[in-house]
């Protein structure tokens, strides 16, 4: 079975970093795609970034530049790396994977992923 579970989040002021994990348990796919969403009060959830199973990022305008998507393949986690944070940051984040693979579209949708973690919220201050 397999299961996502975040870690990583917490409240820091405007400018600061914070680092986010995904461990993923009974997981472990050569062709999968890995991701991050967000979702803010009152907004539907919005995926940031994916990476594929070669490593290549992608990530949404809003976050281009200041996260970085990567993954250790033989813990089988995956990581956002979160610098120059804003207030509209605020959100809770999700990883998300599939199993074959990332769709290769410019949006990151939510219905290319079949398995999600339960959340970890990041609270960013002016």
Do not use: H
Not at 11 to 25: E, H, I, N, T, Y
Not at 34 to 61: D, H, L, T
Not at 93 to 118: H, L
């Amino acid at each position: 079975q397999t299961q996502l579970a975040e870690s990583g989040g917490g409240s820091v002021q405007a400018g600061g970093s914070l680092r986010l994990s995904c461990a993923a348990s009974g997981y472990f796919y050569s062709s999968a795609c890995m991701g991050w969403f967000r979702q803010a009060p009152g907004k539907e959830r919005e995926g940031i970034a994916n990476i594929n199973s070669a490593g290549g990022p992608n990530y949404v305008v809003s976050v281009k530049g200041r996260f970085t998507i990567s993954k250790d393949n033989a813990k089988t986690t995956l990581y956002l790396q979160m610098n120059s944070l804003k207030p509209e940051d605020t959100a809770m984040y999700y990883c998300a994977a599939n199993r074959w693979g990332c769709s290769g579209t410019m949006t990151i949708r939510e219905v290319d992923f079949e398995y999600w973690g339960q959340g970890t919220q990041v609270t960013v201050s002016a």
